[in-house]
């Protein structure tokens, strides 16, 4: 009875881990690999290029699937990216997750941009690669 308990547990554990979706980042979406610093964020349909709302931003792009965001040395969102319709979209582990939702909407190997706001139809967004 305790070896099929274990079993049971085992089976289970195995099943959690390897239904936990994430999409590994392959083809071009490799290029996104790596840590980016935030360049500017839009708020209140203004921006400020050159002067960003969030300075020491951080976001780290992991080939598995994964994300974070650091201010300084704090992190403020992290969770895993979903491949939706052809697009990256970032999931967040915590409730209101900043980036929770958010689509990365254009990339090139040195910048990208994430959503559209509904001001100018501008980017939130703005990271290059550090």
Not at 25 to 50: E, Q, R, V, Y
Request: charged share 25%; glycine share 6%.
């Amino acid at each position: 009875m305790k070896k099929i308990k274990h079993l049971l547990t085992l089976t289970t554990l195995i099943f959690l881990v390897l239904s936990c979706k994430k999409d590994k980042l392959t083809g071009d979406n490799k290029f996104l690999t790596g840590t980016w610093t935030s360049t500017s964020t839009l708020a209140n349909c203004s921006i400020i290029p050159g002067q960003p709302m969030n300075p020491n931003w951080t976001l780290t792009l992991m080939e598995k699937g994964k994300y974070k965001v650091c201010s300084d040395s704090k992190t403020i969102d992290h969770g895993r990216l979903l491949i939706k319709n052809n697009l990256v979209t970032f999931e967040s582990n915590k409730k209101h997750g900043e980036f929770d939702g958010r689509t990365i909407l254009k990339f090139n190997s040195d910048s990208l941009n994430i959503d559209r706001n509904g001001c100018q139809d501008d980017y939130v967004y703005r990271f290059v690669k550090k």
